[in-house]
């Protein structure tokens, strides 16, 4: 099992910028790919980044490219989600998640572990 857990959401101003951490705790050898999510209210969950853990290698959804950058701290097992530039359509509650596979997945049932959200409000 592997276990996950976000921090570093908040309130920001449209324009503005927020880091958010991940931190992996248990079997967390297993893991070939972490990934960022997020729900929006009424909407359903959607891809925002990732990450291959062992290269370091990244993608991002369109709606993200260019403002938002993931990186890892293997040491502290650690993935992060470097927010510039933040919109209104931003605001949702952003989803951390681990996975055995590599590859470039952005669908969730490729994730096998997720951590609980953190909200994410960015104000106009």
């Known amino acids: 099992q592997v276990q996950l857990v976000e921090s570093g959401g908040g309130l920001v101003q449209a324009g503005g910028s927020l880091r958010l951490s991940c931190a992996a705790s248990g079997r967390t050898f297993s893991i070939a790919t972490m990934g960022w999510f997020r729900q929006a209210p009424g909407k359903e969950r959607e891809f925002v980044s990732r990450?291959?853990?062992?290269?370091?290698?990244?993608y991002y959804a369109d709606s993200v490219k260019g403002r938002f950058t993931i990186f890892r701290d293997n040491a502290k097992n650690t993935v992060y989600l470097q927010m510039n530039s933040l919109k209104p359509e931003d605001t949702a509650v952003y989803y951390c998640?681990?996975?055995?596979?590599?590859?470039?997945?952005?669908?969730?049932?490729?994730?096998?572990?997720w951590g609980q959200g953190t909200q994410v409000n960015v104000s106009s």
């Open positions: 990450i291959n853990w062992r290269s370091g290698g990244t």
């Open positions: 998640a681990a996975s055995p596979r590599g590859g470039t997945s952005i669908i969730t049932n490729w994730y096998d572990y």
